[in-house]
């Protein structure tokens, strides 16, 4: 294929992709909120019992990175589960063209951070620098999506970005962390409050603006 002829496939599927923009919104919006709500959980636990007992971990930094792996799959199964059956009823191929697409913007930075992170956790102990890790990375995911995504994704991986630095800098600052003898509370509130907090506010948003034809058939 010549290099015209490239360039015009992936405009071709790039103006697919934001044809279907309305309709990957609405359906990404339910897994957000499985997974944000399982967020919230997961971190409201850990923070409550070290404010009652002087900031010990509830679990095992394994446990931990068990816990958000066991999330992030379930969110994304649930994810995968809808783009099929949407793909299904618009008699589409699942993996198509704008799939493969997606992919290759949204995994080198998700590949990265989740290396980055599970070696933060298992090998340095550093359970909060991993989770900023993953927080930062997920949201350069989701901007790496912006030329053919709904506005909401870029908005949302702003939000986890600028969020995700605030957070830094806060935790960096703070040297009272060093006296906790586990730095679990601060890694699991830093989940909960982007990966909880934001993923629901956004599921609630795209619930509250969604208009009943992007969710019907053609």
Request: hydrophobic letters at 60%.
């Amino acid at each position: 294929m010549s290099t015209t002829a490239a360039a015009l496939e992936n405009l071709r599927i790039i103006r697919s992709l934001m044809e279907k923009a309305h309709i990957y919104r609405a359906v990404s919006a339910p897994a957000a909120l499985v997974g944000g709500v399982m967020a919230l959980a997961a971190s409201a636990w850990p923070v409550q019992h070290a404010l009652a007992n002087n900031g010990d971990a509830v679990m095992c930094e394994k446990c931990f990175l068990a816990t958000w792996l066991i999330i992030l799959g379930i969110a994304s199964a649930l994810n995968v589960v809808l783009l099929a059956k949407e793909a299904a009823r618009r008699s589409q191929p699942f993996v198509s063209e704008g799939m493969r697409m997606a992919l290759r913007a949204f995994a080198p930075p998700m590949l990265v951070g989740g290396c980055v992170g599970i070696g933060l956790i298992v090998f340095l102990h550093n359970l909060t620098l991993a989770a900023l890790i993953w927080i930062l990375c997920y949201g350069l995911a989701l901007l790496s999506t912006a030329s053919f995504s709904p506005r909401s994704l870029p908005r949302l991986g702003w939000a986890f970005v600028i969020t995700g630095l605030l957070l830094f800098f806060a935790w960096a600052a703070n040297r009272d962390v060093d006296l906790l003898s586990s730095d679990m509370a601060p890694a699991s509130l830093v989940m909960g409050l982007t990966f909880g907090l934001l993923h629901v506010i956004y599921a609630l948003a795209v619930f509250l603006t969604q208009k009943p034809a992007e969710v019907q058939p053609k």
